[in-house]
C-alpha cells in the first residue's frame, strides 16, 4: 500500500487515503481478525464485501448518495472507493448543530431512508457514524443545509428484501444508536420519521407498524439473571 | 465507613455477600443444579433458595464476623430474573431489614454486574459485554444511565449454551457452560453455523433451531459432539466479540468489561483479548466468583446507590421480572 495513508481503524476494517488512477481515494480493508476461526472470518469478509458493493450498487440505481466504487479485490480483501473530501459524520455534526437546523436535516434524513427502502434495500447497521454530511461545492463549510448533501456509508450488513419486518428492524436499530448516542433523539427521530411517510408513503403504514412492533419486542423483552 | 449486606436469587444462583467500603468480606453460594437434559424451573428454583437462603445468610455473617447491628443497609435483586425465585429471595431481606432495623434497597441485578466488575477490576469507564443465561447486552456509560447499544433479540447467549447442553446430554454441574467449555477444546474441526449479526444486535435463536434440528445427523455424519462445542463457541463468540467492537468504535473507548456467566468462559476472554490488543484497547475479565450471581454484586451496587443518597420506601421493595438496565439513573457516577 505505497503512497496509502492510514486514516483510520473503525470496527470492521482499516481505512487508508490515497490516489488511484489520478483520483482521491478511500480504500477499506476488511483485514484478517486474529480472534475469529479462518474459515468464519473468510466467510464473513467475502459475504461482506459482496454485500457493501451491491447494496451501493443499488442505492445508486434509486437515486440515493453513496460513494463511488472502483476497484473490489477479494484477495486483498479491499474495497477501492471515492473519497469524499469536504465532510462531517453524521455523529459530530449533530453535537455541534442549532436544532433548527437539525429538525430540517432529520427530514432529509428520513427522506433517504424511506427512498432507500422503497427500493427493498436494508442498510442492517444504521448509526449516525454511518452517515456523511458533504458539501457539494467542495469546501468545508457545514452550515447551510441546501449546500449539503447526505450519504450513506457502511453497507457490509446490508442486504435486499422487500418485507416490512425487515425495514422496521433498520428503523428501530437506528433509534437504537441514536437513543444511545444523542441526548437529543428524542426531539429528532419524530422528524426523520415524518420524512420517511414523506418519501415511502406506500410502504409507511406496514413498515411503522412492523417497527412498533419490533420495539415492543424489545423494551418488553424478559431479562433473566 | 459502610457495611452492607446483599441478597441474589434471580436465577439458579443464591448468594448472600457482605461488603465494606469496596473490600469483600463474604460471598458464600449455592447453585441449584438439575439433572443432565434438565433446565431449571421457576418453582422448584425458589423451593431450593427457601431452604438454602438462611443457611448461607448465616454462613456469610460467620465468615465476615460481621454481626447484624453493624450493617447500615440490607439490598436485594429488585429484577430482572425469574418471579418466584426473586420473590422468595425479597421476603428474606425484608424481614431482615425490619428485624434488625434497617434500610432496604432494591438492586438492578444487571447494574450489579457492572458495578461488580468496575470494583474488581478496576475499570473505569467501560464498554460492558454482559453475557449470562437470560441476557446478552453491549452497554456503555453516557448521561447518567447505563445505556444498551446492542443486545439479543431474542435468547440470551447462555440460554443458546445451556439448551445445546441438554441436546447432547451434558451434565450441568457445575454449569453447563463450563462442560461445553471443555469439550470445545478438544474439538478442531469446524461445522459452519449460522452466524447472525444485525447492527449492533445478535440473534442466536436461529443457531439454536438448526443444531435442534441437525446434531443427530451431524453425529451421524462423523463429527463429534466436541467438533459441535468448538464451532458453536467460536460462531456466537465471535458474533459477540464482532458487535462489542462496534461498540467500542461507535464510542471511541478503549476498555472493554466482560461480566455475567459466560463470562468466565476462557475462549471468550481470548478472543475479546485478541480483538482489544488489535485496536490498542484493555480488556478487564474476572472469574468464576465473580461473573456468576453472587451477593457481593447486589452488595456493591446497592453501597454505590446507598451512598450517592438513594432510598427506598417500604411499599416499593417488590421484585420485577422485567427491569431494563437503562431504566436506572446511575445517581453515584458524575462523569
Known sequence: MEGFILVKQGAEARLYQGTYLGRPVIVKERFVKNYRHKHLDDT???????????????CKSVGIPTPMIFLVDFNRRMIFMEHLMHSMVLKDYIEQTPLDILFQLSILIGVTLGKMHEGNIIHGDLTSSNMLLVNKHNKDEF?????????????????????????????????????????????????????????????????FAKYKEVRARGRKRTMIG | MVIVLGFEGSANKLGVGIIKDGVILANPRKTYITPPGEGFLPKETAQHHREKVLEVLRLALNESEVTPNEIDVVCYTKGPGMGAPLATVAIVARTVAQLWNKPILGVNHCIGHIEMGRLITGAKNPTVLYVSGGNTQIIAYARKRYRIFGETIDIAVGNCLDRFARILKLSNDPSPGYNIEQMAKKGYNFVPLPYCVKGMDVSFSGILSFLEERTKSLLEQGHTSEDLCFSLQEVIFAMLVETTERALAHCNSNEVLIVGGVGCNLRLQEMMGEMCKERGATLFATDERFCIDNGVMIAQAGYEMFKSGTRMAWKDSYVTQRFRTDEVETTWRTD
Open chain 1, 143 to 207: 452550515l447551510d443545509l441546501n449546500e449539503l448533501k447526505l450519504v450513506l456509508i457502511d453497507f457490509g450488513l446490508a442486504h435486499v428484501d422487500p418485507s416490512a419486518e425487515d425495514k422496521g428492524v433498520d428503523l428501530y436499530v437506528l433509534e437504537r444508536a441514536l437513543l444511545s448516542t444523542h441526548a437529543i433523539t428524542e426531539k429528532i427521530f419524530p422528524k426523520i420519521m415524518e420524512g420517511y411517510q414523506e418519501s415511502y408513503s406506500t410502504g409507511y403504514k406496514e413498515v
Open chain 1, 44 to 58: 464473513l469478509t467475502k459475504e461482506r464485501m459482496k454485500s457493501e458493493t451491491k447494496a451501493i450498487v443499488r
